[in-house]
């Protein structure tokens, strides 16, 4: 691989660690192509991400597949479900086809009657980032600061900010 083509792979992996939390190559302990299958990607599209080919996904349900297999890896990671619990887990994963947990009405978190924190903050982020680069929404938030610092402060923490820094936020502002 070339100097050039390092310089777009590590730029790619950037680009999912500021979309996605980690490079999508460093989040999970499955086999590509059992990966592939339960985000509803292709083999090659998903070889490309984890490869840092390519950066971006393009499709919202696929998505809320990769949120929603971080909370099960963190869920595992602490002990609150079981390796063959987080099995049938992502098959629920697999099937689901997305929706906001913002405006559903319906459970949203696989095995949960109602969104996790951390998936609603992943919404917001995603929603932000999205529509603008991290450095864009930097930019703006220090346009904003000087007239309404608590917005300037919420498009940092959840546009540009790590997911615990946003969580972090979201809880601080709950009653």
Same mark, same amino acid.
Request: glycine content about 8%.
């Given at each position: 691989?070339?100097?050039?083509?390092?310089?777009?792979?590590? =730029?790619? @992996? /950037?680009?999912? @660690?500021?979309?996605?939390? /980690? #490079? !999508?190559?460093?989040?999970?302990? +499955? $086999?590509?192509?059992?990966?592939?299958?339960? !985000?509803?990607?292709?083999? #090659?599209?998903?070889?490309?991400?984890?490869?840092? %080919?390519?950066? &971006?996904?393009? $499709?919202?349900?696929?998505?809320?597949?990769?949120?929603?297999? %971080?909370?099960?890896?963190?869920?595992?990671?602490?002990?609150?479900?079981?390796?063959? /619990?987080?099995?049938? @887990?992502?098959?629920?994963? &697999? &099937?689901?086809? *997305?929706?906001?947990? !913002?405006?559903?009405?319906?459970?949203?978190?696989? *095995?949960? *009657?109602?969104?996790?924190?951390?998936?609603?903050? =992943?919404?917001?982020?995603?929603? +932000? =980032?999205?529509?603008?680069?991290?450095?864009?929404?930097?930019?703006?938030?220090?346009? +904003?600061? #000087?007239?309404?610092?608590?917005?300037? /402060?919420? !498009? @940092?923490?959840? *546009?540009?900010?790590?997911?615990?820094?946003?969580?972090?936020?979201?809880?601080?502002?709950? $009653?």
């Amino acid at each position: 691989m070339d100097t050039a083509q390092q310089e777009a792979t590590a =730029r790619a @992996r /950037e680009l999912q @660690r500021s979309w996605y939390g /980690e #490079p !999508l190559g460093a989040l999970f302990g +499955l $086999n590509q192509a059992r990966l592939a299958a339960v !985000l509803g990607l292709s083999a #090659p599209m998903l070889s490309q991400l984890m490869s840092g %080919q390519r950066a &971006k996904i393009g $499709n919202p349900a696929v998505v809320q597949r990769v949120q929603a297999l %971080q909370e099960l890896a963190v869920q595992v990671a602490d002990g609150s479900v079981s390796a063959a /619990e987080a099995t049938d @887990r992502m098959d629920e994963v &697999k &099937k689901s086809q *997305g929706g906001s947990v !913002l405006t559903s009405t319906g459970p949203t978190a696989p *095995g949960s *009657g109602a969104p996790t924190v951390r998936r609603v903050v =992943r919404e917001i982020q995603s929603l +932000l =980032r999205s529509v603008a680069a991290a450095g864009d929404i930097i930019d703006a938030a220090d346009s +904003l600061a #000087p007239a309404h610092p608590e917005l300037a /402060e919420f !498009l @940092r923490v959840y *546009g540009a900010g790590r997911t615990a820094d946003a969580v972090a936020h979201y809880e601080s502002h709950q $009653n």
